[in-house]
């Protein structure tokens, strides 16, 4: 039941995707996004219900359930339907990763509600963040275009002020629940600097200071265009080296 789940979920994700391509604007489109994130849903469930512990493949599973989840309801009243054109098949992607077996990755478990905690909220923080680059990504071609003067070539997307307001909202969020994750895990968890958790610690706290950095830069000196989505793109990359990038690493240090 779990890898059927799982396949039906990758192959709604491939459909919604070419739905946003090609039809973004029938209503039709934001139903089939809506049948795929509940789908997505009930995989992830019989994931975690029905395999001993989580890896770093099945918080991959949550991450893009959430990132989908945001752009789906902001695209309600927001044309992002070109974000969530390529966002579906990467979640697609990952469905497709979780399926596949076996992987003999190691399993994590957790008998405490706090460590638990922190790994939902980290979760969450994550997809903020690559809700916040993906609206930044769009930010930065639509003004490449303008100052370009390809008017005739400009992307389906809202004015270059809304998805600028919008990517601060995300990275706002999650900005707020990345100090919630890092405070979480120096309390729940009893080393953050032991030696498998070093690097990810490392990335992880570098990342907050880069956030920290363009939220006080916007603040003060009013940061926008480019340089806020370099620093974005910064700061998301530093975050998923040091989460996605760790994991592979012991991974392949384990066999």
Same mark, same amino acid.
């Given at each position: 039941m779990t890898q059927l789940s799982l396949w039906l979920a990758c192959i709604a994700c491939l459909i919604a995707g070419t739905a946003y391509f090609l039809r973004p604007e029938n209503r039709s489109t934001q139903y089939?996004?809506?049948? =795929?994130?509940?789908? !997505?849903?009930?995989?992830?469930?019989?994931?975690l219900l029905n395999r001993d512990g989580f890896n770093f493949l099945t918080i991959g599973l949550l991450i893009a359930l959430i990132g989908n989840s945001l752009l789906w309801f902001s695209n309600r009243n927001k044309d992002l339907s070109l974000l969530l054109g390529t966002a579906f098949p990467l979640g697609a992607i990952i469905i497709a990763l979780n399926a596949i077996e076996?992987?003999? $990755? =190691?399993? @994590?478990? %957790?008998?405490?509600?706090? =460590? %638990?905690? !922190?790994?939902?909220?980290? %979760?969450?923080? #994550? %997809?903020?963040? =690559?809700?916040?680059?993906?609206?930044?990504?769009?930010?930065?071609?639509?003004? #490449?275009?303008? &100052?370009?003067h390809k008017l005739k070539q400009l992307l389906r997307?809202?004015?270059?002020?809304?998805?600028?307001?919008?990517?601060?909202?995300?990275?706002?969020a999650a900005f707020i629940l990345l100090t919630i994750t890092i405070a979480t895990g120096f309390y729940f968890i009893e080393d953050m600097f032991a030696q498998h958790l070093v690097h990810k610690t490392f990335f992880t706290i570098a990342s907050w200071f880069?956030?920290?950095?363009?939220?006080?830069?916007? !603040?003060?000196?009013?940061?926008?265009? /480019?340089?806020?989505? &370099?620093?974005?793109?910064?700061?998301?990359? $530093? $975050?998923? $080296?040091? #989460?996605?990038?760790? /994991?592979?690493? @012991? /991974?392949?240090?384990?066999h």
């Open positions: 089939i996004g809506a049948l =795929t994130i509940a789908l !997505h849903t009930f995989s992830l469930t019989q994931v076996p992987w003999n $990755l =190691t399993q @994590l478990h %957790s008998n405490s509600w706090g =460590t %638990s905690a !922190h790994i939902l909220i980290a %979760s969450v923080a #994550y %997809s903020l963040f =690559t809700a916040a680059c993906g609206v930044g990504i769009l930010l930065s071609m639509q003004e #490449y275009q303008l &100052k370009h997307v809202p004015p270059l002020q809304v998805l600028e307001r919008l990517m601060f909202e995300f990275i706002w880069v956030f920290a950095g363009l939220l006080l830069g916007r !603040h003060i000196a009013g940061w926008r265009g /480019q340089l806020a989505v &370099k620093l974005t793109l910064s700061g998301f990359f $530093l $975050l998923m $080296l040091g #989460y996605f990038g760790s /994991q592979i690493a @012991l /991974q392949i240090l384990r």
